[in-house]
Structure formats: structure tokens, C-alpha cells
């Protein structure tokens, strides 16, 4: 990669007006097909870690945050205002997201994995990358990994990594094994180890925002480098692929460490944004997006390319780094959750309502905005849709095709019945319409308090009418025993049957 051109262009463009960042000519729904007909079109889902509903501009007028290049995929392409990770934290929503199922119905019932934790995913599953392959698309993971590696109880490295994304429908894979913070810190390359993780680092600290913990890492492994070398690689596959298979289509899961503790931004967007190391690491996320579009575009790839940005839960919000407490909102007056309630790892919408921009220049209309009730699982149901495929009753539980959102078309009723929200603790929502119920009181997260247990006579748990108070301040979950008992048991069947799409 050639960094200096890419960083003084990354430069130039977060100085830009909202109006040069809009590209000319970009089509409208008269011009949605091209002369490339009903060709499939290559697939790009980018996750970022941890970025909030109101980190992009797009979203929160009042954000502290450059976000140039996902301002522009929005602009070119359609804005969901209402999409939700199946889950407040990483690595259940990675498994819905792969899998087009819900988490909790596997042995992982709350939290995350470690970077040592045996694979989640069975190799029997139908996963979004081995369905598209099924399909003649070229598949590759570039990134944060997160959903386990290998049978044992805790995995060798020194080993082949099997099973791994290979064995889930993946030709390449390169990344990390968990998060950013999480031992061993080293990069994967398909099932090996790039570099052995042989030196031993303490906890540390990549600014005042974030900090890793204790464990081995590969000699030449830098925090501050991850980002900027996923961003290599996802660049140099989609050139490769260009040369050597331009007749057939590739899908590429691209999951992002950032912003995600440590705070480990670049030298290159450090002061870019009013945030903070939080905001400068939120750039460069949006700097790792316009690199990837930038790729498609010399390729000539861009127009029949779908491309997907969203994030896999909410901003943590506040971190605590030693004994100083530290709060972009506090120190800097930037809301990662826009108007929202709560944060990462919480049952309010702070904590699982993502934000969702995705443009396809051939079919989606430009500068569209959808306020359908969609859910990160249904990646698997709306590809197989794309590629012509029926799934099976045994994949994609819990996975709607949103193609038809996507595309502008109206439906006579909403995509989905209902999306049943889970926080880092396990604390079970659903939300159907402008109702959301929660099983329980507090946030069943971060915020404080967690968990909260009803006096005599106050009501066991939460409702709220998202039309009339989407900040969920208001429980009416005494007006509306109805509706209580009502979503109660359709959360009840969702649980049971184990399957909330119909079949």
C-alpha cells in the first residue's frame, strides 16, 4: 500500500465539503440496471467494533467525528435508521451475523470468547460464506475473528488452527484470533500462526482511551499497525481477485478491530476528529471504507458491488483506564449513542441499534433512507436471496432477506415479525413495531445498574413505545398488560421452537 498517497488523499478528504463528497452521475432507480444485466454482484459486509449509533455524521448531526466516507456511502446508496446487532457485545453478534442465528441458542449464553476459546461455530452450519460458495463466489474473512479457533479447551497455537474460517465456507483468511485487548496478539493466515506469539507484554496502555491485556504477542506485532494492515490486505485481495477471476463474484466479511479498545489510532488520523483517541480511531475506520471503495473503483467494480457498513454493537461510551476515568461524552460532548439510551454491552437501543449504510450504485437507489426493522442475521437470508438460493430449515433461523428494503421496494407488511435483542449479561428483549418489551429492570449491561430487582407491586419488567419515546425513558408496562403477555409469549415461541423465521 502506498501509504504516503493514501494518507495525504485520506487527508485531503476529510477536509472536503459534504457537498464534494458527492460523486456525480450516481445513478437513480430509472438507470438501476445496467448493461451488465442481472450479474451478481460482488458482495463487501464491513463491521466496525464498538462505533455507536451517533458516531457518523450521517446519523448525528452533532457528531464530533469526520465520517466522510461513510457519509458518502449513505449519500450514494440507502441509510437504515433502524438496524440492530442480534446482540449488545462482540462475539455473539459475529455468529448471528455468519450464521443468520441467534447467539443464545448455542452453549454461549451470555459474554464474549477469549482469544484461546475453541470454535462456536459447527462446521456442519450453513454459514453466509459456504452458502455464496455454493453459488460459484470467491469467499474471503479479513479481520477480527472472535467466534473461536480449534476443539480444545484452550487452543495451541503452535497448531494448525482447525477448525477455522477455512472450514466455514472461507477459501482466505487473515486477522486476529478475538479482540484488539485479547491475547495472544499475533496475526492468523488461514489456519497458522503468521509469527509465533513468543515474547510475553504486560497490560498496557495505546493512549488515555484504552488499554490491552496482559499476554504472549508476535515480536513484530504493533497495536497501532492492525488497522492499517487489515486495510493492506483487504486492498490487495480485492486487486488479486480483479486479475486473476473478473467473471465471477467474491464475498468479502471485512470485521474491523476498531474502535474498539485499545484505542490505537494512527499517527496519520490522530486530531482528525474532536473526540478524542475514541473519534481519531472512528476515522480511521472511516479511512479503512473509503480505501476499500477507492479499490473497487480502479478495478471498475464499484457499480455492481454491494457494499455494507455497519458496526456490531454500541460504543462502550465511557472507559476506565487506571484510576482515571475518562468520557468522550464528558471531556468532549460527542454522544456515540446519538439520542439513544445506553451502551455497549446494554438492552436499551444504545447498546444493539447500529447504524447501516449500503450502496450497490446498479440497483439501489442513491441517497434513499429506510426505516425498516431489520437485525445483522439476516446477511445469510438476504445473500441466498442475491444468489437464487432457498435455505434450508436447518440454516439461517433467525434470518430475513432485506433485498427488498434494500432495493427501494415497498412490501405490503414489515420485513420482519419482530427482532428479539439479547445484552452482554443475557438479558432477553423483543421488539415488534413501536413496542419493546425487556425481561427485566436496568440495563442488563454496563450501565449502572445492571440488573435491578422489583419492589412489591412495580412491574417486573420494561415496555416502551419507540414512536413516542425513542430514548426509552417512560415504562409503561403497567398501562399495557396486553401487550406484555402478548410479546411475552412470541419471545416464548422465538425461544422454543427454536426458529423465528417461518419455515
Avoid at 484504552?210 to 492499517?228: L, N, Q
Wanted: aromatic letters at 8%; one cysteine or more.
Amino acid at each position: 500500500m502506498n501509504s504516503m498517497l493514501t494518507r495525504r488523499n485520506f487527508l485531503k478528504a476529510i477536509g472536503m465539503s459534504a457537498g464534494a463528497l458527492a460523486m456525480p452521475g450516481c445513478m437513480n432507480t430509472a438507470q438501476q440496471l445496467t448493461g451488465k444485466g442481472h450479474k451478481r454482484p460482488n458482495i463487501i459486509f464491513i463491521m466496525a467494533d464498538d462505533m455507536g449509533y451517533g458516531d457518523l455524521g450521517c446519523y448525528n448531526k452533532r457528531s464530533k467525528i469526520p465520517t466522510p466516507n461513510m457519509n458518502r456511502l449513505a449519500k450514494e446508496g440507502v441509510r437504515f435508521t433502524d438496524a440492530h446487532s442480534p446482540s449488545a457485545v462482540c462475539t455473539p453478534t459475529r455468529y448471528g451475523v455468519l450464521t443468520g442465528r441467534y447467539s443464545w441458542r448455542t452453549r454461549l449464553k451470555r459474554g464474549v470468547l477469549n482469544g484461546y476459546s475453541p470454535s462456536l461455530i459447527d462446521t456442519k452450519r450453513m454459514t453466509v460464506a459456504s452458502l455464496l460458495k455454493q453459488h460459484g463466489y470467491a469467499t474471503a474473512c479479513i479481520g477480527k475473528w472472535h467466534l473461536g479457533l480449534g476443539t480444545a479447551k484452550r487452543t495451541d497455537f503452535s497448531k494448525p488452527l482447525v477448525p477455522g474460517p477455512n472450514a466455514l465456507g472461507f477459501d482466505y483468511f487473515f486477522g486476529i484470533s478475538a479482540s484488539l485487548d485479547m491475547p495472544p496478539y499475533c496475526y492468523i493466515e488461514n489456519n497458522r500462526v503468521v509469527e509465533q506469539p513468543t515474547r510475553m507484554v504486560e497490560a498496557g496502555e495505546a493512549s488515555k482511551d484504552g488499554w490491552w491485556r496482559k499476554g504472549p504477542i508476535a515480536p513484530g506485532f504493533k497495536h497501532v499497525e492492525v488497522m492499517p494492515t487489515l486495510t493492506e490486505k483487504a486492498v490487495a485481495y480485492i486487486n488479486k481477485h480483479t486479475k486473476s477471476s473478473r467473471n465471477s463474484p467474491f464475498f468479502m466479511y471485512f470485521a474491523l478491530p476498531a474502535p474498539h479498545c485499545p484505542i490505537a489510532p494512527a499517527a496519520f488520523v490522530k486530531g482528525r476528529s474532536q473526540a478524542g483517541g475514541y473519534g481519531d480511531y472512528v476515522v480511521e475506520v472511516d479511512w479503512t471504507v473509503g480505501e476499500v471503495m477507492k479499490a473497487l473503483e480502479r478495478n471498475g467494480l464499484a457499480e455492481n458491488t454491494l457494499i455494507m457498513v455497519t458496526s456490531d454493537n454500541g460504543s462502550p461510551g465511557r472507559t476506565k483506564i487506571k484510576r482515571a476515568p475518562y468520557s468522550i461524552i464528558e471531556v468532549y460532548g460527542h454522544y456515540p449513542s446519538g439520542n439513544l439510551r445506553g451502551i455497549k454491552a446494554d438492552i436499551w437501543d444504545g447498546g444493539h441499534r447500529e447504524p447501516f449504510v449500503a450502496r450497490w450504485p446498479a440497483r439501489i437507489p442513491a441517497g434513499s433512507t429506510s426505516d425498516e426493522l431489520i437485525c445483522l442475521t439476516d446477511l445469510l437470508a438476504t445473500c441466498a436471496a442475491i444468489a437464487g438460493a432457498k435455505l434450508p430449515s436447518n440454516a439461517g433461523e433467525d434470518s430475513y432477506s432485506i433485498l427488498p428494503a434494500l432495493l427501494g421496494k415497498k412490501t405490503d407488511k414489515p420485513i420482519r415479525e419482530a427482532v428479539v435483542h439479547h445484552s452482554g449479561s443475557g438479558m432477553f428483549a423483543i421488539r415488534q413495531g413501536k413496542w419493546k418489551l425487556i425481561l427485566g429492570r436496568g440495563s442488563g449491561g454496563f450501565t449502572k445498574p445492571s440488573r435491578v430487582k422489583p419492589k412489591p407491586g412495580e412491574p417486573q419488567g420494561q415496555l416502551y413505545d419507540l414512536n413516542k419515546d425513542p430514548a426509552e425513558t417512560n415504562n409503561v408496562w403497567a398501562q399495557h398488560p396486553g401487550i406484555v403477555q402478548r410479546l411475552t409469549n412470541l419471545l416464548e415461541k422465538y425461544r422454543k421452537q427454536g426458529y423465528s423465521r417461518p419455515n
